[in-house]
């Protein structure tokens, strides 16, 4: 499986971004997926995750209610899309997929995008 990623960029804050996880080799349906970021001297942590039936989806805390992540099917495409944007989301978001139970951890997942970055301005 190869995931890309894009849409990163420089936003003010408030404003909205949407990043793009495409994918080759087997459609996301059968996959979960997470978008995970790590800003500079930090861990990497889960944003958000979605089970491959779009039954299961997780936010982290800080981001509940402002991001959004969804799918689209026939582009085997999955979305991020983020709203309000702060200061405090700047960082490398990464797409990853996983095979098998859904799960957060980002140990878990197998298959990995390269890092797009997000530049929140305040």
């Known amino acids: 499986v190869q995931l890309q990623a894009s849409g990163g960029g420089l936003v003010q804050a408030g404003g909205s971004l949407r990043l793009s996880c495409a994918a080759s080799?087997?459609?996301?349906?059968?996959?979960?997926v997470g978008w995970f970021r790590q800003a500079p001297g930090k861990e990497r942590d889960v944003v958000a995750a979605r089970s491959g039936t779009g039954s299961t989806t997780y936010y982290a805390d800080s981001v509940k209610g402002r991001f959004t992540i969804s799918r689209d099917s026939a582009k085997n495409t999955v979305f991020l899309q983020m709203n309000s944007l702060k200061p405090e989301d700047t960082a490398v978001y990464y797409c990853?997929?996983?095979?098998?139970?859904?799960?957060?951890?980002?140990?878990?997942?197998?298959?990995w995008g390269q890092g797009t970055l997000v530049t929140v301005s305040s």
């Open positions: 080799g087997r459609t996301f349906s059968t996959l979960s």
């Open positions: 990853a997929a996983k095979q098998g139970l859904f799960g957060i951890s980002y140990q878990r997942y197998n298959y």
